[in-house]
């Protein structure tokens, strides 16, 4: 939270180590997001920093209660730009394909189960309340360890961030069950 307040005022060196800290999570997490067809058009490296810009504009107006809603922020920041690739992406192999037949993409019962799973556990963060979906958010998309994901959330012990997620799994796996078919 220094870090990020330190940044708000202007402190260079703070901004570059607040970037310096959340680039390599941004990056695995991209890497793992962004499908191989979509990769030609925008490198991992190009989303993530086109997020950090973003998220950089933004940093005055930014309120943080805990260290981890800063990450979610960069995360939904991040997501859109995927999912912005994602369309164009679609776009350009869908022209392609009107020039060239069709080809070896995946069948459009195949996409779509794989976009309705991904949609169903979006949907299901955002029954999870602000500490829940970042602790989930930490663990899950962004490997963080039970000891890192206290810090974060401002817990007092890794076992009390391990419960954190453990209950806030739990509400999303019974959203989940709940809303697959």
């Known amino acids: 939270?220094?870090?990020?307040?330190?940044?708000?005022?202007?402190?260079?060196?703070?901004?570059?180590?607040?970037?310096?800290?959340?680039?390599?999570?941004?990056?695995r997490w991209a890497h793992r997001r962004l499908p191989m067809h979509a990769r030609g058009m925008a490198e991992t490296d190009d989303l993530v920093q086109v997020t950090?810009?973003?998220?950089?504009?933004?940093?005055?107006?930014?309120?943080?209660?805990?260290?981890?809603?800063?990450l979610a922020y960069l995360r939904t920041i991040l997501v859109n730009l995927v999912r912005e690739e994602l369309r164009r992406s679609r776009a350009l192999v869908a022209r392609e394909q009107e020039f060239d037949g069709p080809g070896e993409a995946a069948s459009e019962l195949e996409r779509l189960i794989g976009r309705e799973r991904l949609e169903a556990y979006e949907r299901g963060l955002l029954v999870l309340d602000e500490e829940q979906r970042e602790a989930v958010l930490l663990r899950l998309e962004f490997g963080l360890s039970h000891q890192e994901i206290a810090e974060a959330l401002g817990k007092p012990s890794a076992n009390a961030a391990r419960m954190t997620v453990a209950r806030a799994m739990a509400v999303l796996a019974r959203y989940l069950d709940e809303h697959s078919a």
Do not use: I, N
């Open 1 to 27: 939270m220094v870090l990020l307040e330190r940044a708000r005022s202007g402190d260079a060196r703070a901004t570059d180590r607040l970037l310096g800290r959340f680039l390599p999570m941004l990056r």
């Open 52 to 70: 950090l810009m973003r998220a950089l504009r933004h940093v005055p107006t930014f309120e943080q209660r805990r260290e981890g809603a800063f």
